[in-house]
């Protein structure tokens, strides 16, 4: 059983898992806790690897407000799996341990978690992401790639000289653009005015197809082409060249097209977290428009789930648009947030995990995205140095000599991003983990709550009753959400049936069903028009709508409450003989 004083101390905590790790901890804890964990396969990958999601919650059927949680999007971003595995042990804890303390959060929002629905999609890009641990090769998403038959040369990845791993090449080269750092040696730096050299060029560790004996070609980055799965989604999509990485469609991807037709029937997911590394930081929507172009409500809402991430994360949040495109002004397309929050409505954003930068002591930019592309060579070294003293030089390779077959006298060796750059080292995860399940539990906290209260039979005569009783939302989000998602078309109001179960009969009203629409949720973000200590002022009934039917005859009549977003609410009246 899952133990909360063990927790920290489990496997994904404290190193990256195998695709074969992953699945046997997902069926250990499918076996263990049946009636929580529901485990099934979303998608088979190219190479036949599972995609696998774990439904947390009794009752996987039954609709309620839920939650989506996924990561390792991208292959090398393996912390968003262990993340994500860190927040289904922890919700088995919740419910096996229903008692202990979680995250600082109240025993009443611990009895309001169990009730929600947790969807739960460790590792989007198992093919990536296994090449990537065993260290045979970088990839944006997926190794497939289904680029045309061309008579250029072009590079394919390969561990060339058998250590292991597929990692760069350096090649000296009075052209080059790189040189050796002064202060870190075997560091590269790009290459300034007056250095002395020697210069290098730099190449992905592997071979040339097509290879003229003369002609290098460009590196076209880790993928070399291939399709990036977090610009493969149908909102705002667009084809290559608009979009690098889009693929030949959207959902082109069976990962990918697995995520959109299984969240597409889900209309009770409310909040989608979307997790990548790195950078320490958190995004939201807009990613197309600046945040004047957000329905009011909606920034209240992010403004408080920027809020819980400051409280338990320390990251920042920012605007996509804002400070998150490369290019100022040039939004990116087919993001799988902006999915989430445009065409499911959802409370959706991205989150960077392990901020390498600030480890490494190098501050802010005006532009969160411009820690990525505007490195000075101080900043590049720091880096570096930060690796020697704290991360056992795991990042920064010694380089070795080879001779290439294409290339002749090569140094390999580098950069290694995978454990320090793109991740966080081993022993600093546990902590990510316990601070990235706290802001996801506390934001699920959000919910919409819709409880029936003060039942009331009256008694009419002539065998007729009067049943009362008022529809309540207690929960922080309104009924539908956000304020953006309440026009979309599955979006509808709560409705109220009322059907006798024996001898009676509805009289009125002349249906027995009534609408009883959407409900305002209580939360106002925390600077809401009530925050002001000199007017603080309440919403009128607009979080309760009173439900009256008359009924005749004798025995049970069941009143039912559902709506899209928070599922079928039930209370049973029994008539007086």
């Not at 902590?431 to 919409?448: G, T, W």
């Not at 002022?537 to 005859?553: D, E, I």
Request: charged share 25%; net charge negative.
């Amino acid at each position: 059983m899952v133990n909360p004083d063990n927790r920290a101390g489990a496997r994904h905590r404290n190193t990256y898992v195998t695709h074969q790790e992953l699945t046997q901890q997902l069926q250990a804890w499918a076996a263990e806790y049946p009636d929580v964990i529901h485990l099934q396969s979303l998608a088979s990958s190219r190479e036949g690897r599972d995609v696998w999601l774990v439904v947390v919650g009794e009752e996987p059927e039954r609709e309620r407000p839920s939650v989506w949680v996924d990561g390792n999007m991208h292959a090398g971003e393996l912390a968003g799996c262990a993340v994500t595995l860190a927040v289904i042990e922890d919700l088995i804890s919740l419910h096996m341990h229903p008692d202990q303390p979680l995250h600082g959060l109240s025993r009443e929002l611990c009895a309001q978690l169990r009730k929600l629905r947790f969807y739960c999609v460790p590792r989007i890009s198992p093919d990536g992401a296994e090449l990537v641990v065993s260290g045979a090769g970088q990839v944006r998403s997926s190794p497939y790639n289904n680029r045309r038959p061309s008579h250029r040369p072009r590079w394919r990845i390969t561990d060339v000289n058998g250590d292991g791993l597929a990692l760069v090449m350096r090649k000296q080269d009075p052209t080059g653009e790189f040189c050796v750092s002064t202060i870190v040696p075997g560091l590269l730096v790009p290459r300034g005015l007056g250095d002395p050299g020697p210069f290098y060029k730099v190449y992905p560790e592997g071979v040339i197809d097509g290879f003229d004996g003369h002609t290098i070609p460009t590196p076209g980055g880790p993928e070399d082409g291939g399709v990036d799965y977090n610009r493969n989604f149908p909102w705002s999509w667009a084809p290559e060249p608009r979009q690098a990485g889009a693929g030949a469609y959207p959902g082109s991807e069976p990962e990918v097209a697995s995520v959109i037709d299984y969240t597409s029937k889900l209309p009770s997911v409310f909040a989608w977290i979307n997790y990548h590394t790195f950078g320490g930081v958190v995004i939201r929507p807009l990613g197309h428009a600046h945040d004047t172009e957000m329905a009011t409500h909606d920034y209240m809402m992010f403004r408080e789930v920027e809020d819980i991430a400051s409280r338990h994360t320390g990251y920042p949040t920012v605007c996509g648009y804002k400070e998150f495109t490369y290019v100022p002004g040039k939004p990116l397309h087919g993001d799988a947030v902006d999915y989430a929050y445009h065409q499911r409505g959802c409370l959706a954003v991205a989150i960077e995990l392990w901020d390498v930068f600030e480890r490494a002591g190098i501050g802010p930019r005006e532009r969160f995205v411009d820690r990525y592309a505007s490195m000075t060579r101080a900043e590049l070294e720091a880096i570096a140095l930060w690796d020697q003293r704290e991360n056992r030089g795991r990042c920064v390779r010694p380089w070795v000599a080879f001779d290439h077959p294409q290339l002749g006298p090569v140094e390999v060796g580098g950069v290694d991003p995978r454990f320090g750059l793109w991740n966080p080292p081993e022993d600093k995860l546990a902590e990510v983990c316990r601070q990235q399940s706290a802001f996801v539990l506390h934001v699920a906290a959000m919910a919409p709550r819709v409880v029936l209260a003060n039942p009331t039979i009256e008694e009419l005569g002539d065998n007729r009753f009067a049943l009362s009783l008022d529809v309540e939302n207690h929960g922080y989000l309104p009924t539908y959400g956000l304020e953006s998602a309440r026009e979309l078309p599955w979006n509808e109001g709560l409705t109220a049936w009322c059907r006798p179960l024996a001898d009676a009969k509805v009289v009125a009203p002349d249906s027995t069903y009534t609408e009883v629409g959407h409900l305002d949720g209580w939360g106002r973000g925390p600077f809401g028009d009530n925050a002001c200590l000199y007017y603080q002022r309440s919403r009128g009934s607009t979080g309760r709508k009173l439900l009256r039917f008359v009924v005749r005859g004798h025995g049970e009549v069941e009143v039912e409450v559902a709506g899209p977003r928070v599922g079928r609410i039930h209370h049973r009246f029994e008539l007086p003989q």
